[in-house]
């Protein structure tokens, strides 16, 4: 990991509701760049709405949030995006009537620079097809006809096509096939190796494990543990109480 003193993404004090319903409730987290941290917690414990209050997409939130040091707290979904945030949701939400190419096309954006000068990764469908070797033996196929995994990696692929400097990306490795979920930690490791960001919303604690440094505990819209990955994995008093089923 490439410590830097300013995060690359911070959350203080953030709330969220849908409607009503208060969520999130205070939540401060940071995302350092190079580093993987996990949001873990059991079904309905917040993760997912974090993520969405983060980048944007729910029309009620409150504390701040920071991105490369800009106040993002009340921008539209599509100014971080521009800035070099990333989103992977959960659903996919894929263009079921464009092919794999024409997908990746919609998602890309010119290079970007490091604060120092030195340019950041670029991802073109060349260098994706090598990371995940499926969609590229069917590049032509519309995205209707492609198995919820494909999806899920064409949907990854697509937001790296935007060259973000930081990804947040929702349940990776819910409800596809260990193959997929292997090729989905060898893509967090590479970002990772290349001083990106993640920020992962994740139930599996054996994936969360593989790739992750440090990892925030959610219950009920609150952090309630936040430690090194290594600690975590050996706080078993910690994962019964808040991750076990």
């Known amino acids: 990991m490439t410590a830097s003193v300013e995060p690359m993404l911070e959350a203080r004090?953030?709330?969220?509701?849908?409607?009503?319903?208060?969520?999130l409730y205070g939540v401060d987290l940071r995302v350092q760049r190079g580093e993987v941290v996990a949001l873990m917690g059991r079904n309905g414990a917040g993760k997912s709405?974090?993520?969405?209050?983060?980048?944007g997409?729910?029309?009620?939130?409150?504390g701040s949030v920071t991105?490369?040091?800009?106040?993002i707290s009340r921008c539209e979904p599509y100014h971080a995006v521009r800035m070099g945030l990333g989103y992977v949701p959960e659903d996919r939400r894929?263009?079921?009537d464009l092919t794999v190419l024409e997908n990746l096309a919609v998602g890309q954006q010119q290079p970007r620079r490091w604060a120092?000068?030195?340019?950041?990764?670029?991802?073109t469908h060349e260098r994706l097809f090598r990371l995940f070797p499926n969609l590229g033996d069917m590049s032509n196929r519309l995205g209707g006809r492609m198995s919820g995994g494909e999806q899920q990696m064409l949907t990854v692929a697509r937001t790296l096509m935007g060259n973000p400097y930081l990804v947040l990306l929702d349940e990776p490795s819910e409800g596809v096939a260990p193959v997929i979920?292997?090729?989905?930690?060898?893509?967090i490791l590479e970002l990772k190796a290349q001083g990106v960001s993640i920020l992962l919303s994740e139930q599996n604690m054996h994936f969360a494990e593989l790739v992750s440094d440090r990892a925030y505990v959610l219950e009920k819209g609150q952090i309630r543990y936040q430690a090194s990955m290594a600690e975590l994995s050996r706080n078993e008093e910690v994962r019964r109480a808040y991750l076990s089923v």
């Open 181 to 187: 979920v292997e090729q989905m930690a060898g893509m």
């Open 94 to 96: 894929i263009f079921t």
């Open 49 to 55: 709405t974090t993520l969405k209050a983060l980048i």
């Open 67 to 71: 991105f490369l040091g800009q106040d």
């Open 57 to 62: 997409l729910l029309a009620k939130r409150r």
């Open 116 to 123: 120092d000068g030195s340019a950041a990764p670029v991802w």
């Open 13 to 23: 004090g953030l709330a969220a509701w849908y409607g009503a319903a208060q969520i």
